[in-house]
């Protein structure tokens, strides 16, 4: 079945500090790849996407490489801020039959960047 | 672009009373909507997904009769929360998918509505 595992929180970083949070799917198909973020008290918002294999998706120093032969995802940034804190979803679109359109999050990975 | 906005932020309701959560897509056109809840420090739970113009379709588990959806237009959608009691407390949050202008693979999510039964 269709499922997103991410690494296990919290992270806790300096500023300044290289980001890695790992994130692998299982999918049927070819699914769209695609990394959430919530701040707290908020809804999610997209931070990037990979549609295809070997796509990078990128925003705000953030970039994640779609991995079809490891099926990995991984969030990277190279120097966070403190404003980075929050917490990060994977996901991945479900590519067919009756969960088309629906999205398969990960767990939620909580960050929290101190100065 | 594609902005999804909810009324109200937050709303505080006694037990037994229905309390309804609207969804807008601003600036595009939602073909679909979905709804999902989550509970403190925990992932998004889907609970329905709608299709304008017709019935939402619910997850497993999840009581259609006590969470009415509505999709009325391409830009509104209702979650109205039935008889509610202090376990539906949670936060609710929709995201909408959709055509012309904007990823018809990509949900954009609402800020959310946190819902407190009392």
């Known amino acids: 079945g269709n499922s997103v595992t991410q690494m296990e929180g919290p992270v806790t970083l300096s500023e300044e500090a290289f980001l890695t949070i790992n994130c692998t799917y299982t999918?049927?198909?070819?699914?769209?790849l695609f990394w959430y973020v919530q701040y707290p008290g908020e809804g999610l918002q997209l931070l990037l996407k990979?549609?295809?294999?070997?796509d990078k998706g990128s925003n705000k120093g953030f970039e994640a490489t779609y991995r079809k032969e490891t099926t990995s995802f991984h969030l990277e940034k190279g120097s966070v801020q403190v404003s980075d804190s929050a917490v990060y979803f994977c996901?991945?679109?479900?590519?067919?039959?009756?969960?088309?359109?629906?999205?398969?999050f990960g767990q939620g990975t909580i960050l929290t960047v101190h100065p | 672009g594609a902005v999804v906005s909810q009324h109200p932020s937050r709303v505080i309701c006694k037990s037994g009373t229905s309390v309804k959560i609207e969804c807008r897509s601003l600036?595009?056109?939602?073909?679909?909507m979905f709804w999902y809840r989550q509970f403190p420090k925990q992932s998004l739970m889907l609970m329905a997904t709608?299709?304008?113009?017709?019935?939402?379709?619910?997850e497993q588990g999840v009581e259609k009769d006590k969470f009415l959806i509505n999709h009325a237009s391409l830009t509104l959608s209702t979650l109205t929360v039935t008889s509610a009691h202090p376990e539906d407390s949670s936060f609710y949050i929709c995201?909408?998918?959709?055509?012309?202008?904007?990823?018809?693979?990509?949900?954009?999510f609402g800020p959310g509505t946190r819902l407190t039964v009392l």
């Open positions: 995201s909408a998918s959709g055509q012309r202008g904007v990823s018809t693979d990509t949900q954009y």
């Open positions: 600036d595009f056109q939602a073909t679909t």
């Open positions: 709608s299709n304008e113009g017709s019935k939402a379709t619910y």
């Open positions: 990979a549609t295809k294999a070997d």
């Open positions: 999918a049927t198909g070819y699914p769209s």
């Open positions: 996901a991945h679109s479900n590519a067919g039959g009756t969960s088309y359109g629906k999205l398969t």
